[in-house]
T-cell receptor
């Protein structure tokens, strides 16, 4: 079945780069997404990448997609304490229309 | 602010009761999705409506139902509530059926 896997925790120091990794199973996913959830808040769409792209850059965020290995990563440059949150990777599986299938989320902790 | 609104923000009710959660999509969006977020199951897709019609169903219990009204707002009805239904319920909207989804702030349901 469809599944999205992420590591659960990542701890970095302020100013360093953070890399959050994700693997997915549905090779037919057209788009892959990264969402951010701060404590007590909803999910904020950070960025997404079309499946025929290898890389997308958006300010401090860089998304890399390796379709062959079904591996997606999100790099945050110059990580700040305000980046501390849970980051979710999501794919559009084909089981139920265009519903998103989410990973369990990676908790990013940024220390000063 | 994503432009998606959900009410109420918090809801506390007893087992066996019925509640209605409301969602207003972003202006111009035709699709509404409902997701449940719980500690043990993570983020799970429940159901999608597109322009008033049910488009896709995910892991939605038979005790749960939803609808989308002509003004495109949606309601999620949860009945015969059980302790295990305590969760955050998110609504998301998108322009069409394959576009990026924007999430509301969620409704936190506590069943006692």
């Amino acid at each position: 079945g469809e599944d999205v896997e992420q590591s659960l925790f990542l701890s970095v120091r302020e100013g360093d780069s953070s890399v959050i990794n994700c693997t997915y199973t549905d090779s037919s996913s057209t788009y892959l997404y990264w969402y951010k959830q701060e404590p007590g808040a909803g999910l904020q769409l950070l960025t997404y990448i079309f499946s025929n792209m290898d890389m997308k850059q958006d300010q401090r965020l860089t998304v890399l997609l390796n379709k062959k290995d079904k591996h997606l990563s999100l790099r945050i440059a110059d990580t700040q304490t305000g980046d501390s949150a849970i980051y979710f990777c999501a794919e559009t599986g084909n089981q139920a229309g265009t519903a998103l299938i989410f990973g369990k989320g990676t908790t990013l902790s940024v220390s000063s | 602010d994503s432009g998606v609104t959900q009410t109420p923000k918090h809801l506390i009710t007893a087992t066996g009761q019925r509640v209605t959660l409301r969602c207003s999509p972003r202006s111009g969006d035709l699709s509404v999705y409902w997701y449940q977020q719980s500690l043990d199951q993570g983020l799970q897709f429940l159901i999608q409506y597109y322009n008033g019609e049910e488009r896709a169903k995910g892991n939605i219990l038979e005790r749960f139902s939803a609808q989308q009204f002509p003004d495109l707002h949606s309601e999620l009805n949860l009945s015969s509530l059980e302790l295990g239904d305590s969760a955050l319920y998110f609504c998301a909207s998108s322009a069409g059926t394959g576009d990026e989804q924007y999430f509301g702030p969620g409704t936190r349901l506590t069943v006692t």
